[in-house]
T-cell receptor, first 110, second 116 residues
């Protein structure tokens, strides 16, 4: 399966701490995207990083991509209770389909 | 791991026809499924939330009479694109929520629709 895998499956941290989630995949990609999902809601797009990029920032979010290791990480700095959600990576291998991981469930404790 | 399937993978149809896309959770029951569409090189756009045994909740700007959703069982949701037109050509993907409390989602492989 080309489905990405997130690690860890669940993460619980105190407000103000940084949260790091990882995503690994198996075959070469065109780009990789990170999404968040609040309980009972659909996906919200966070960041897209292309295969020729190594790092991207958006506000408190930082995404890295290591194509040699076929992995990506999402860092949320100075976490807030409102960051509590599930986070998914999605890999675009052919431009036609995305493959999603099962997600990391993040809980930020106030 | 949990598997979500979609059928068909590809569909080409003439303008004016209706197309039904199925989303199945193969080894778990899903009370909630989500339908998304994606245009080339863009991110997913949530279309609607499908709840088993009740009417779907559509996002703003999505025509419910155009995109009919039926979630008749805990393992099947269908999306019917009625009277399809070329602008409906897109990639449609569903996801199934396995465990509401953990927020674990499993995504189908998607269905590519081309309306001629």
């Amino acid at each position: 399966s080309q489905q990405g895998e997130e690690d860890p499956q669940a993460l619980s941290i105190q407000e103000g701490e940084n949260a790091t989630m990882n995503c690994s995949y198996k075959t070469s990609i065109n780009n990789l995207q990170w999404y968040r999902q609040n309980s009972g809601r659909g996906l919200v797009h966070l960041i897209l990083i292309r295969s020729n990029e190594r790092e991207k920032h958006s506000g408190r979010l930082r995404v890295t991509l290591d194509t040699s290791k076929k992995s990506s990480s999402l860092l949320i700095t100075a976490s807030r209770a409102a960051d509590t959600a599930s986070y998914f990576c999605a890999t675009d291998h052919t431009g036609n389909q995305f493959y999603f991981g099962t997600g990391t469930s993040l809980t930020v404790i106030p | 791991g949990a598997v979500v399937s979609q059928h068909p993978s590809w569909v080409i149809c003439k303008s004016g026809t209706s197309v039904k896309i199925e989303c199945r959770s193969l080894d778990f029951q899903a009370t909630t499924m989500f339908w998304y569409r994606q245009f080339p090189k863009q991110s997913l756009m949530l279309m609607a939330t499908s709840n088993e045994g009740s009417k779907a909740t559509y996002e703003q700007g999505v025509e419910k009479d155009k995109f009919l959703i039926n979630h008749a069982s805990l393992t099947l949701s269908t999306l019917t694109v009625t009277s399809a037109h070329p602008e409906d050509s897109s990639f449609y993907i569903c996801s199934a929520e396995r465990d509401r409390h953990r927020g674990t989602q499993y995504f189908g492989p998607g269905t590519r629709l081309l309306v001629l």
